[in-house]
């Protein structure tokens, strides 16, 4: 951890944690009894620490520092008891806010972004559609221009905040050549004549985080509003998903540490065949293995995080550590929950929901089918048959 974070990084997560006990926690079980937890509130409430802009530019309400300041803070949002809060919040900070940030004119960030950091806008990222999730190039929803405006028209599916959300960051198609090429980033006001939010989604996991599925038809937005350069949608959102998939890495370490403290806890005083749990060397050597996985991939995330903040481009290693977070949260959230017995299988036990809302990071912002097809080309291997 002294490699990466400071005092500085500490004294942000110790912030975070004290609003995280007090004020977050205690309403949780409620929030995911309801299916919703009020986001423009619980925001409001972290951007009154400035943790809503920590590494965005001053100029719009940030804090102006580097990324890794704010990977500690979403390392801490871990502490949040599910794992719905911490995704809606990743999205606000680092999945719909960072290619404005970088690639919006001063107009349309002032507009958005600082709001946004402010808490005063709920922001959403729109990528997935229903017949495009992970295969980011085969979206179909198209802005076409019209005076000096877009006309949107498509729809998006999983669609996180999409419910209470003021705006979107929506990929579209600006014209129908080459897929990589034809698509622009656009800030679409979720007020907007035309949008429909068709669906309120009812998920496994993520109870008190709104997932929605929107209908936009005729959606009128100025040109003005698109970020940067238009055709140059698709790089932008290969950028942002480099932080998209730090953010979502990251966000894990804490849960998993957790629900192997809790299982240790469990074992320690659950009786089987006269003797505890936990005295079966099986059960310790198994939870002491678990723990050591979930160093080693703090250490990757903390290096690529390290490498981004140098400047480099961190795809591969991004996508190695989403694809290695997926598969061993399941694996701690599986390995914990067995040790439980038949109490693991009942709502009361916190291992369930982390069992729960875990299975999303092997799909979410790429499956781990994709990660490992964007490491393996990174290592020089193609695939012969798509030329």
């Known amino acids: 951890m002294a490699d990466l974070y400071s005092e500085q990084h500490l004294e942000i997560q110790r912030s975070a944690r004290r609003l995280i006990e007090a004020e977050i926690n205690p309403h949780v079980d409620q ?22 802009g920590i590494s965005k530019p001053e100029a719009y309400g940030g804090l102006g520092l580097d990324y890794s300041f704010a990977v500690a803070f979403a390392e801490a949002v871990g502490e949040i008891n ?10 606000q900070t ?17 507009e958005f972004l600082a709001p ?21 190039s085969q979206i179909r929803t198209t802005a076409r221009k019209h005076g000096d405006d877009y006309i949107i028209n498509g729809s998006k599916l999983w669609i996180t905040n999409g419910v209470q959300a003021d705006w979107m960051c929506m990929l579209v198609n600006t014209d129908s050549g080459d897929p990589h090429r034809s698509k622009s980033l656009i800030i679409v006001p ?136 997926g598969r061993l949260v399941r694996q701690v959230a599986d390995g914990c929950l067995q040790f439980y017995g038949g109490m693991g299988f009942m709502n009361e036990t916190p291992v369930t929901r982390f069992y729960r809302d875990c299975r999303v990071m092997s799909i979410g912002g790429g499956t781990d089918e994709i990660m490992l097809e964007i490491i393996s080309k990174r290592m020089g291997m193609q695939d012969g048959s798509r030329k």
């Open 82 to 91: 599910c794992g719905g809060l911490p995704s809606s919040i990743g999205v």
């Open 31 to 52: 929030w995911e009894a309801d299916g919703m937890y009020p986001a423009h509130e619980v925001m409001k409430k972290f951007a009154a620490l400035g943790m809503l």
């Open 190 to 325: 979720l007020k907007s004549k035309g949008i429909t939010v068709a669906k309120k989604l009812d998920k496994l996991g993520f109870r008190s985080s709104d997932t929605a599925l929107l209908h936009f038809d005729d959606v009128r937005v100025p040109q003005s509003n698109r970020i940067g350069e238009e055709g140059r949608g698709f790089v932008y959102q290969m950028e942002q998903f480099q932080k998209e998939r730090l953010n979502a890495s990251v966000v894990w370490l804490r849960p998993m540490e957790k629900a192997i403290r809790d299982a240790i806890e469990y074992t320690s005083t659950r009786m089987a065949f006269g003797r505890r749990v936990i005295d079966n060397q099986v059960v310790r050597f198994r939870l002491a293995e678990m723990q050591t996985e979930v160093e080693l991939l703090r250490a990757l995330i903390y290096r690529a995080v390290a490498r981004y903040v140098e400047g480099e481009d961190v795809t591969q290693l991004a996508s190695m550590a989403k694809l290695k977070t």
């Open 116 to 136: 946004a950091i402010a808490g005063d806008l709920l922001a959403c990222i729109g990528v997935s559609e229903p017949g495009a999730g992970s295969d980011v």
């Open 94 to 110: 680092d999945m719909a806010t960072p290619a404005l940030a970088e690639h919006g004119s001063d107009s349309l960030r002032r």
